[in-house]
């Protein structure tokens, strides 16, 4: 039984088919944001899955106008006045199809909490990154960029 497994796993490799294709169009993983405005790298955040629910956590601020290792200043509760670094900033996101979506992201810069939604592209290599508040024609949107 090991053999015909391993013996799929190689396969699914060489031919880019089967769970490695899934695996590479679900958000999960580490992803290097890209600033909307600016265009230029922000962090590096890693969305982990558990029960079918995404969230997302800060590893890493690259840039930032408040230097090296940026607080929360502008969160509410218990974020507030925190390190945006190992903060969570997205919760309660859930598959829908080939989109994530029916939870909230968190942007540290202002400490607004907004609606989102999530859809793989490039093969999984990006990752569209809507927030928005009631209809997600009002809102922004980030491609953030695979890490692992």
């Known amino acids: ?16 088919t089967g769970a490695v294709f899934a695996a590479e169009n679900t958000p999960v993983g580490t992803w290097k944001t890209i600033d909307d405005e600016t265009g230029k790298p922000k962090s590096i955040v890693q969305i982990t899955e558990s029960n079918g629910e995404l969230k997302a956590t800060v590893l890493q601020v690259l840039q930032s106008d408040e230097g090296p290792h940026p607080i929360c200043k502008n969160c509410d509760g218990e974020r507030k006045n925190q390190p945006i670094e190992g903060m969570n900033i997205m919760w309660g996101v859930h598959q829908d199809g080939d989109v994530w979506d029916g939870g909230q992201i968190l942007d540290p810069k202002t400490g607004k909490t907004y609606k989102v939604k999530l859809q793989t592209t490039d093969n999984g290599s990006k990752l569209t990154v809507r927030g928005y508040i009631g209809f997600s024609l009002l809102g922004r949107t980030q491609v953030w960029q695979r890490e692992q």
């Open 1 to 16: 039984m090991k053999s015909l497994l391993r013996a799929m796993v190689a396969t699914a490799l060489l031919f880019g």
